[in-house]
Nanobody, 125 residues
Framework: QVQLVESGGGLVQAGGSLRLSCAASEGTLSNYAMGWFRQAPGKEREIVAAISKTGVNTYYADFVKGRFTASVDGAKNAVYLQLNSLKPEDTALYYC??????????????????WGQGTQVTVSA
């Protein structure tokens, strides 16, 4: 199972931007479709975005469409989530997750087996 490490979280004002990174400390992401999830205090974890292992196909939750962008960099063995136009309600612990995928251009909304430790995003009003 691939080992995932997130980074890039922080404190930002509303309207600001952050770029989250998810790297594989062990293994390669080339065989994994990836997802980004978040969990705010007192709330259930929710999916934010999903991306096929090729980066060709993506999914975004309605509440981030047009603001967040997921991408894959095979050369760096990493995936990214660009967060723009951040809102206070985006404050949460953000996780990346990987699911082994045979088919190149599929993304998944669940069934992830590899998870990172999370990176905190805090958006002030």
């Amino acid at each position: 199972q691939v080992q995932l490490v997130e980074s890039g979280g922080g404190l930002v004002q509303a309207g600001g931007s952050l770029r989250l990174s998810c790297a594989a400390s062990e293994g390669t992401l080339s065989n994994y479709a990836m997802g980004w999830f978040r969990q705010a205090p007192g709330k259930e974890r929710e999916i934010v975005a999903a991306i096929s292992k090729t980066g060709v196909n993506t999914y975004y939750a309605d509440f981030v469409k047009g603001r967040f962008t997921a991408s894959v960099d095979g050369a760096k063995n990493a995936v990214y989530l660009q967060l723009n136009s951040l809102k206070p309600e985006d404050t949460a612990l953000y996780y990346c997750a990987g699911r082994f995928a045979v088919i190149r251009n599929l993304y998944f909304l669940d069934g992830y087996g590899a998870w990172g430790q999370g990176t905190q995003v805090t958006v002030s009003a």
